[in-house]
């Protein structure tokens, strides 16, 4: 059975800091599809990156990063000089068939403060 | 390119009528997904389904909730006697047909019922 644990519940930086966001998987299967969404207090789901498990290759976009350890089943979000508009809910998911269904972690809840 | 299309965006029932949510997926996108969020909870996946074809509708309820994608117009998830505890906001996302590992969400419905 697959599970995505997202451990952090809530945190709460001051801007321009630096955060981490945590997410943890359990899978069975050799290949799946790792997700990250940001869900912003208008509500809308927001894509933001996809990983294959054959690819440990970390990426960078701008002022997000991701680093993904297949040997300690993690896919974490970094967030270089938080701004306030950060400010949201972030869902890491899985999925192990393209095109079907994500199974979401619980979410990590970021506040970002001038 | 428009996005995900979901309407309407909030909509009020009260207990024992039904609701019809819609939703049209972007331009060329012949998949389509329907996820729940309860108050409190993650995102859990409900139905998948392609033109005409339900492929996938493990995280369904097995009474009152029926999903639809025709050949023509959007995809509706219908809940028929409505009760409380249905009140959630309900995601639309789609993927193109040539690369199905990457979902786009919709805004959501939000659904209370009285």
């Known amino acids: 059975a697959q599970k995505v644990t997202q451990a952090q519940t809530e945190i709460s930086v001051v801007e321009k800091e630096d955060v981490t966001l945590d997410c943890v998987y359990e899978t069975r299967d050799t290949t799946y599809y790792l997700f990250w969404y940001k869900q912003p207090p208008s509500g809308e789901l927001v894509f933001l990156i996809r990983?294959?498990?054959?690819?440990?290759q970390n990426e960078i976009s701008g002022r997000y990063s991701w680093n993904f350890q297949k040997s300690t089943s993690s896919f974490n979000f970094t967030i270089t000089a938080s701004q306030v508009v950060d400010s949201a809910v972030y869902f890491c998911a899985l999925s192990d068939l393209p095109g079907y269904a994500l199974n979401f972690g619980k979410g990590t809840s970021l506040l970002v403060t001038p | 390119n428009a996005g995900v299309m979901q309407n309407p965006r909030h909509l009020v029932r009260r207990r024992g009528q039904e609701a019809r949510l819609r939703c049209s997926p972007m331009k060329g996108h012949s998949h389509v997904y329907w996820y729940r969020q309860l108050p409190e909870e993650g995102l859990k996946f409900m139905v998948y389904l392609q033109k005409e074809n339900i492929i996938d509708e493990s995280g369904m309820p097995k009474e009152r909730f029926s999903a639809e994608f025709p050949k023509e117009g959007p995809s509706i998830l219908r809940i028929q006697q409505v009760v409380r505890g249905d009140s959630a906001a309900y995601f639309c996302?789609?993927?193109?047909?040539?690369?199905?590992?990457?979902?786009?969400f919709g805004p959501g419905t939000r659904l209370t019922v009285l």
């Open positions: 990983r294959n498990s054959f690819d440990e």
């Open positions: 996302a789609s993927s193109p047909l040539e690369s199905t590992d990457t979902q786009y």
